[in-house]
């Protein structure tokens, strides 16, 4: 049971360029999302999934798409990266109305962009 | 919309001493879970703790418990007998399960443990 698994873990973009961040799950949860930690602040939640086939965004969605075509995979797509999306990427994932209510984190994915 | 607000961005505290860090929320919601992450310096996001806003009972894991105040919308961390291990950020999360589970994170507090 590996839980949360993210690639890459450290990537360089030119500007401009795009990249898919990859996550994936082996614990068969519903919920998954995407956040991001910009330098001494808090997670940011960027869009999330309550199942296969269904994604909406969160606070911070410009710049990324998102897609859920099974419950193991919720790959966050960067286009035309630009500085200000340099930052650590994490995925977490949840069982929703379970007791414990709790998000399980990747170990993240740091992205510079220059 | 929920915030979270954790107004001591850095504390220190000697090893085998007790630290308390703060945290408050505000939210209209009156069913909800409270959250203390530990990320030490590889990011890994690590669960500390979690209370249910519907038990009074304040949660204990060991050498870490919470003080919940519901009425006054405040969730503080303490740490008995400190150990370098636990120097680290402390994140504070809400989450209302009615909005897709989504965790509302603060700012943090940069924990230091010293000899």
């Known amino acids: 049971n590996a839980g949360v698994t993210q690639t890459p873990k450290f990537r360089i973009l030119k500007i401009g360029q795009s990249m898919t961040l990859q996550c994936t799950q082996d614990?068969?949860?519903?919920?998954m999302y995407w956040y991001r930690q910009d330098p001494g602040m808090g997670l940011k939640l960027i869009y999330y999934?309550?199942?296969?086939?269904?994604?909406d965004k969160g606070e911070v969605p410009n710049g990324y798409n998102v897609s859920r075509s099974t419950t193991e995979d919720f790959p966050l797509r960067l286009e035309l990266a630009a500085p200000s999306q340099t930052s650590v990427y994490f995925c977490?994932?949840?069982?929703?109305?379970?007791?414990?209510?709790?998000?399980?984190f990747g170990p993240g994915t740091r992205l510079l962009v220059l | 919309a929920q915030t979270v607000t954790q107004s001591q961005p850095e504390m220190s505290v000697q090893e085998a001493e007790t630290v308390t860090l703060s945290c408050t929320y505000d939210?209209?919601?009156?069913?909800?879970?409270l959250f203390w992450y530990k990320q030490p310096p590889s990011r890994q996001m690590i669960l500390v703790i979690r209370?249910?806003?519907?038990?009074?009972q304040n949660a204990t894991e060991n050498r870490f418990s919470v003080n919940f105040q519901k009425a006054a919308k405040s969730f503080s961390l303490k740490i008995s007998d400190s150990q370098l291990g636990d120097t680290a950020m402390y994140f504070c999360?809400?989450?209302?399960?009615?909005?897709?589970?989504?965790?509302?994170f603060g700012t943090g507090t940069r924990l230091q443990v010293t000899l």
């Open positions: 977490a994932s949840s069982a929703p109305g379970s007791i414990q209510e709790t998000q399980y």
């Open positions: 614990m068969n949860h519903n919920y």
């Open positions: 999360a809400f989450l209302y399960t009615g909005t897709a589970s989504k965790l509302t």
């Open positions: 999934s309550v199942g296969a086939g269904i994604t």
């Open positions: 939210t209209s919601e009156s069913n909800y879970y």
């Open positions: 209370q249910e806003a519907y038990k009074q």
